[in-house]
């Protein structure tokens, strides 16, 4: 053990930094701090301590005092050699209190929650407990990752509420990234909450979210948002399914309304739509919204159309879309096309289409399911 000790000394600090990047940077702190001045220097380097990832240190209830032993240690003895570098934090939601507390994090502007259950909502997102004034207007990038069920109408509700808090809490927030559970899709209860200026964050330029209709996605498009650059929607419906029974032209009217009354969405140069249910609103609606995009560089739609007369290929893409969504100089672009079978239709759809200026090349398949992914 002694010679491997030795070994590893000798060798020359570019060796060992090429050695330990390839290393988990968790690993690379806890084993090394502490051991020699020279492991303990190279270990504390910024190359592994300005993204810290503590997804390492597990938060399984069955073995509570090793995760509290492994996390007394690292706050306790590592932390106040390496906050002031670290600019980003990957940890689960549940230790987030404890690492918060252990130091201040000057340079810290990411952070990465990760399980997040609703039953700790409420107290990380409290203003007064767990973010101080200075560190609440560090954070310019959040990103949510959490696979809890939501089984209830007021879990839903309570969950709402908790997003609304970030909108308030984080004035500076300009990246957010909501990954959470499948099936959990945000109603028009959060955008109606968010309907008052002060809960929009006028420095948001990336946000990906979850919503129910498409009508929520049009309320976050309706200008407060001006810096918006990158807008990634996943869509469980166009419209509420058994609305659309009852008045479909009228609802198509109300969403219409929404977008001639919005501003041009001058920032926004990229833009998802992922709608996971078949869909005849495209012309409808998903076109007259592009329009309002004149400056896109890239478009990603994975929609199901159904009760079309024709294909929508390249030809009709450029012509319905990029003519005017995009500005001529911008007009040459590559598609990448990718297919997928999953909720597969009976309709035909494209597989694969390449377009540069006017040009078009289409093969059908069975699939329904079709992801357009320009770069323009």
């Given at each position: ?284 609606l998903v076109i007259p ?73 289409i093969d059908r398949t ?11």
């Open positions: 053990m002694n010679d491997s000790n030795v070994n590893i000394v000798g060798l020359s600090d570019e060796i060992l930094l090429t050695i330990f990047k390839k290393l988990n940077n968790f690993d690379v702190l806890y084993s090394l701090v502490g051991v020699n001045h020279k492991l303990d220097r190279i270990a504390c380097d910024i190359a592994f301590t300005r993204d810290v990832d503590l997804m390492m240190i597990s938060s399984n209830e069955g073995d509570v005092s090793t995760t509290d032993a492994i996390l007394d240690r690292f706050c306790s003895d590592i932390i106040p050699r390496i906050h002031n570098n670290m600019e980003s934090l990957t940890v689960q939601a549940s230790l987030l209190q404890r690492v918060l507390h252990a130091n201040s994090y000057p340079n810290l502007h990411k952070l990465t929650l990760v399980n997040l259950k609703l039953s700790m909502d409420s107290h990380i997102f409290d203003e007064n407990l767990l973010f101080d004034p200075t560190f609440k207007h560090q954070i310019s990038e959040l990103i949510i990752k959490s696979d809890y069920k939501i089984s209830s109408t007021s879990e839903q509700k309570f969950l709402t509420d908790v997003y609304v808090k970030i909108f308030v809490l984080l004035p500076n927030l300009k990246y957010f990234d909501s990954d959470v559970y499948y099936d959990y899709y945000f109603s028009q209860a959060l955008t109606s909450d968010l309907s008052f200026p002060k809960y929009y964050s006028s420095n948001i330029a990336y946000l990906r979210m979850k919503m129910c209709y498409f009508d929520d996605c049009l309320y976050l498009l309706d200008g407060r948002l001006s810096q918006l650059h990158t807008f990634i929607v996943d869509l469980k419906h166009i419209h509420e399914p058994s609305a659309i029974h009852l008045s479909s032209s009228r609802l198509i009217r109300n969403s219409l309304k929404l977008i001639n009354n919005a501003k041009s969405l001058l920032h926004l140069k990229c833009f998802s739509l992922y709608v996971h249910t078949p869909m005849v609103e495209f012309d409808s919204l592009l329009h309002r995009m004149l400056h896109l560089e890239k478009l990603t739609l994975s929609v199901h159309v159904r009760h079309r007369s024709s294909f929508i290929d390249g030809i009709h893409l450029d012509k319905n879309i990029l003519n005017i969504s995009v500005s001529p100089p911008r007009r040459r672009l590559r598609r990448n096309h990718k297919q997928s079978t999953e909720n597969s239709h009976d309709a035909e759809t494209l597989s694969k289409s390449s377009l540069h200026d006017h040009a078009s090349s069975s699939s329904n399911e079709v992801i357009e992914d320009v770069d323009l």
